[in-house]
């Protein structure tokens, strides 16, 4: 059993910067695979990052480039840098472990059976 908590959310302007954190207890979380999904107001939780046990990081297209994922399997933490923010990135942002210790789409919801309760991104234009 892995219990996400996301920690680092909250407000700042266009082009700056914020970095979540993803603390897991419980065990298991340095062989599955973490990511972040999120979901803005009226739309549909969307995929962000992954990044699977050996370090390997997926993006979504929209965040290439700007948003950098990253773990540290020694304090069972997972981070998401968010450089150059848009107030299109304003989301509730949820981290995810996967349920399975094997490869598979990272970009799907079902891939991932532990959800935090998210951390809220504002970005002010």
């Known amino acids: 059993q892995v219990q996400p908590v996301e920690s680092g959310g909250g407000l700042v302007q266009a082009g700056g910067s914020l970095r979540l954190s993803c603390a897991a207890s419980g065990s298991g979380f340095s062989s599955r695979a973490m990511g972040w999904f999120r979901q803005a107001p009226g739309k549909e939780r969307e995929f962000v990052a992954a990044i699977n046990r050996n370090g390997t990081p997926y993006y979504t297209d929209s965040v290439k480039g700007r948003f950098t994922i990253s773990r540290d399997n020694g304090k069972n933490t997972g981070f998401l840098r968010m450089n150059s923010l848009k107030p299109e990135d304003t989301a509730a942002y949820y981290c995810?472990?996967?349920?399975?210790?094997?490869?598979?789409?990272?970009?799907?919801?079902?891939?991932?059976?532990?959800w935090g309760q998210g951390t809220q991104v504002t970005v002010s234009s």
């Open positions: 995810v472990v996967s349920t399975s210790m094997l490869s598979g789409d990272y970009a799907s919801q079902s891939f991932y059976r532990y």
